[in-house]
């Protein structure tokens, strides 16, 4: 399996843009998390699925964030309107959870700077 | 709610030298997993160890170990022999069964020649 797969790698937009960012979680997987992560605030557990549903969102920071896992292969991260501090590094992570060595796999992450 | 606390926000080590990173963490679970992630320059979270809360044994992996100690919420980190390649942040990390997995701050590692 390639991993989890992230993209972009790197995005740049203006403020009030919307900004989607994608992952792939790897196949089998029964656990998908979004991280966030900030000089300031280190990781932060944004949300996490079980098996396509949304099982925690009290991470996410404002209605202008929301997620959705339409199927078990792909997730996305949506920001709308965007905000310069929402800059940061972005973090897909998927776990088979359930399993003997249980983890998190994480993806390269997206590096989002808002202007 | 799980915290994971690591007090160390930097340190440094001489190369082949060992070290030991610091975490502590607060559940009222009793059976969980704690690992110790590695983040180079590169950004990629790479796994180093993990420990099952269940098992009485602290877990190695090579130059890798961890102290586990269940009753007092201890879960360190000794790196021996040191190399420059372990320079990077490692993040200590709880997960509770069939749940989220919350990180702590991070400790930045040096490894000087």
């Known amino acids: 399996d390639a991993g989890v797969i992230q993209s972009p790698r790197h995005e740049v937009t203006e403020m009030g843009q919307e900004v989607t960012l994608r992952c792939k979680p790897i196949?089998?997987?029964?656990?998908l998390f979004w991280y966030r992560q900030t000089m300031m605030r280190g990781l932060e557990l944004l949300i996490y699925?079980?098996?396509?549903?949304?099982?925690?969102d009290s991470g996410m920071p404002e209605d202008r964030f929301s997620a959705k896992m339409p199927n078990a292969s792909f997730s996305t991260l949506k920001i709308q309107p965007s905000e310069p501090r929402d800059s940061a590094v972005y973090f897909c992570?998927?776990?088979?959870?359930?399993?003997?060595?249980?983890?998190?796999?994480f993806g390269q992450g997206t590096r989002l700077t808002v202007v | 709610a799980q915290t994971v606390t690591q007090s160390q926000p930097e340190m440094s080590v001489q190369e082949a030298e060992t070290v030991t990173l610091s975490c502590t963490y607060d559940?009222?679970?009793?059976?969980?997993?704690l690992f110790w992630y590695k983040q180079p320059p590169s950004r990629q979270m790479i796994l180093v160890i993990r420990?099952?809360?269940?098992?009485?044994q602290n877990a190695t992996e090579n130059r890798f170990s961890v102290n586990f100690q269940k009753a007092a919420k201890s879960f360190s980190l000794k790196i021996s022999d040191s190399q420059l390649g372990d320079t990077a942040m490692y993040f200590c990390?709880?997960?509770?069964?069939?749940?989220?997995?919350?990180f702590g701050a991070g400790t930045r590692l040096t490894v000087k020649p």
């Open positions: 699925f079980n098996n396509n549903v949304p099982i925690d």
């Open positions: 559940t009222s679970e009793n059976n969980y997993y």
């Open positions: 990390a709880f997960m509770k069964l069939y749940n989220d997995m919350r």
């Open positions: 992570a998927s776990s088979p959870y359930g399993r003997l060595n249980t983890e998190a796999f």
């Open positions: 420990q099952e809360a269940y098992k009485q």
């Open positions: 196949s089998g997987h029964d656990y």
